[in-house]
């Protein structure tokens, strides 16, 4: 039975590349830090580690409630400390008085930089107070050349892991069952539209998994992914419990408040 019949089939590169991260802590005996990962990928990191090896896992992204995190693969005599997970946090300085910015501004901004997205964890909005988390090994960088956030001057300071502030973001909880783990069918659920729409929104782009455009109705998902469903807001699924007597999915999922 192949590891891969698991998964997705765009999902095989990552897949290897989890494999040998694996393979090098268990035969180099040291361990491996990884850059960001979307919640889908830390889903098939701990399913592809497991519980029960001689490779450990723990992910960590600044915060408790962080989306995107870095994983720590360690043999089992390791003990991993915050410091290993080498992250940085910088809070944007800006005439708050005169200007507002916007999460996808920040965002757009840092994309622009030149750095793979892999680089940077969440980016944090609570009230006009903005944050975002950077792997430390591109601190510098990014110190010197981030200057302008759209036409707004900033500046950036860095600040310690315990003055991360709380998103703003709030889940509310969603359960239900679905006959298949399809898109239109997940996106039907979520938003309350009927299949047909739910396909009309997929079709006409405006749907999103793990921030990678989907035009694919019947697109696969899984536990792990993030929906960002233009006009109704952003989805995830938390967990899959088995299935109903009917043959249907249990599914628990979120929708951001």
């Not at 693969?73 to 916007?102: G, M, N, S």
């Not at 300071?157 to 069918?185: C, G, H, N, P």
Request: proline share 2%; with cysteine.
């Amino acid at each position: 039975m192949s590891i891969y019949q698991h998964f997705r089939a765009e999902e095989k590169e990552f897949i290897d590349q989890v494999l040998e991260w694996k393979e090098y802590v268990s035969s180099a005996y040291t361990h491996k830090l990884t850059d960001f990962l979307d919640p889908r990928e830390q889903q098939i990191v701990q399913s592809l580690i497991g519980k029960e090896d001689d490779v450990r896992v723990t992910f960590y992204g600044g915060s408790d409630d962080s989306e995107r995190k870095r994983a720590l693969l360690y043999p089992d005599y390791f003990q991993p400390e915050v410091d290993d997970f080498a992250i940085t946090v910088f809070e944007v300085k800006y005439p708050k008085k005169f200007v507002t910015l916007e999460h996808r501004q920040v965002l757009g901004t840092i994309m622009s930089l030149g750095l793979k997205r892999e680089k940077f964890g969440d980016v944090i909005l609570q009230g006009d107070r903005i944050q975002f988390i950077a792997a430390a090994e591109i601190e510098s960088y990014v110190e010197n050349n981030l200057d302008k956030v759209g036409k707004a001057g900033i500046s950036l300071e860095k600040v310690s892991l315990d003055a991360v502030i709380q998103s703003d973001q709030q889940w509310q909880e969603l359960v239900f069952t679905a006959s298949s783990m399809r898109l239109d069918v997940l996106i039907s659920s979520m938003t309350n539209l009927s299949r047909q729409k739910s396909q009309m929104l997929i079709e006409g782009k405006r749907v999103k998994v793990n921030h990678k455009l989907i035009e694919n109705t019947s697109f696969e998902c899984g536990e792990g992914d993030v929906f960002s469903v233009r006009g109704f807001g952003r989805f995830k699924i938390i967990s899959i419990d088995g299935k109903t007597k009917k043959d249907k999915w249990r599914i628990q999922a979120g929708k951001q408040k």
